[in-house]
Nanobody, 113 residues
């Protein structure tokens, strides 16, 4: 079956950086759109960034210029490089494959002084 496993989360000070990874198995990853979403307490889950099968990217306004989404189809891995992190970026981050409603289990990112 399709599995998505996130890694790379943690705690960082404002202005710091983190890189999230999402290992995808059970499917030909390169054929599908993929992305990162996040959810903080009391808020709905929101799209952070998507990457199309052809490599095109889409970002939410809140992260544009600070986050970079990428993919390595040979490694079946999705990445999110997060720079200049802000306290408002604190959330559980989920990777998503646009096939069959496939989601990872989520990983915590905390930005605080």
């Amino acid at each position: 079956q399709v599995q998505l496993v996130e890694s790379g989360g943690g705690s960082v000070q404002p202005g710091g950086s983190l890189r999230l990874s999402c290992d995808v198995s059970g499917i030909e990853f390169g054929r599908y759109r993929a992305g990162w979403h996040r959810q903080s307490p009391g808020h709905q889950r929101e799209m952070v960034a998507d990457i199309l099968a052809n490599g095109g990217t889409i970002y939410s306004d809140s992260v544009k210029g600070r986050f970079t989404i990428s993919r390595d189809n040979a490694k079946n891995t999705l990445y999110l490089q997060m720079n200049d992190l802000k306290p408002d970026d604190t959330a559980v981050y989920y990777c998503r494959l646009y096939w069959g409603g496939s989601w990872g289990q989520g990983i915590q990112v905390t930005v605080s002084a």
